[in-house]
Nanobody, 124 residues
Framework: QLVESGGDKVQAGASLRLSCLMK??????????VAWFRRAPGTEGEFVAF????????YYSDSVTGRFTISRRNREDTVYLQMNSLTPEDTGTYYC?????????????????WGQGTPVTVSS
C-alpha cells in the first residue's frame, strides 16, 4: 500500500513537499523504482519524476525539470517530491507508483502499485 501526503492549496511561487510512504513490508523490502505522476482535472495523467532504489538514478518530465526534486529514505520506506516555484499548471492530483523492479519508465503501465493520490492546487 502506498500512501501519499503533503498536498495543499498554495499560491504561485510557493513550495510543497509530497511524501509517499510504502506501508506494507512486502512493498517496502524489495528493491523498487518509484515514480510520481499527476493528473489535472479533465486530462490524462502525466509522468513527473522517477527514482531508482539507490537514489542515484533520477529523471524528470521537461515541465518540472529544475523545479522539482525526487528523493527517498529507504530506511523510512518513504519517497519525497520537493516542488518549488509552483505554477497553476502544476495543479492536479499527485500519485506515487511503485514497480516490481528497478527498471524505470515514464509509462503508467510500468507501475503496478499506486496510492490514492494527494491534491495540489496552485492559484495565480
Amino acid at each position: 500500500q502506498l500512501v501519499e501526503s503533503g498536498g495543499d492549496k498554495v499560491q504561485a511561487g510557493a513550495s510543497l513537499r509530497l511524501s509517499c510512504l510504502m506501508k506494507t513490508s512486502t512493498l517496502a523490502v524489495i528493491r523498487r523504482g518509484v515514480a510520481w505522476f499527476r493528473r489535472a482535472p479533465g486530462t490524462e495523467g502525466e509522468f513527473v519524476a522517477f527514482i531508482d532504489y539507490s537514489g542515484l538514478r533520477t529523471y524528470y518530465s521537461d515541465s518540472v525539470t529544475g523545479r522539482f526534486t525526487i528523493s527517498r529514505r529507504n530506511r523510512e520506506d518513504t519517497v519525497y517530491l520537493q516542488m518549488n516555484s509552483l505554477t497553476p499548471e502544476d495543479t492536479g492530483t499527485y500519485y506515487c507508483a511503485a514497480q516490481e523492479d528497478d527498471w524505470g519508465g515514464r509509462e503508467a503501465e510500468s507501475y503496478p502499485y499506486w496510492g490514492q493520490g494527494t491534491p495540489v492546487t496552485v492559484s495565480s
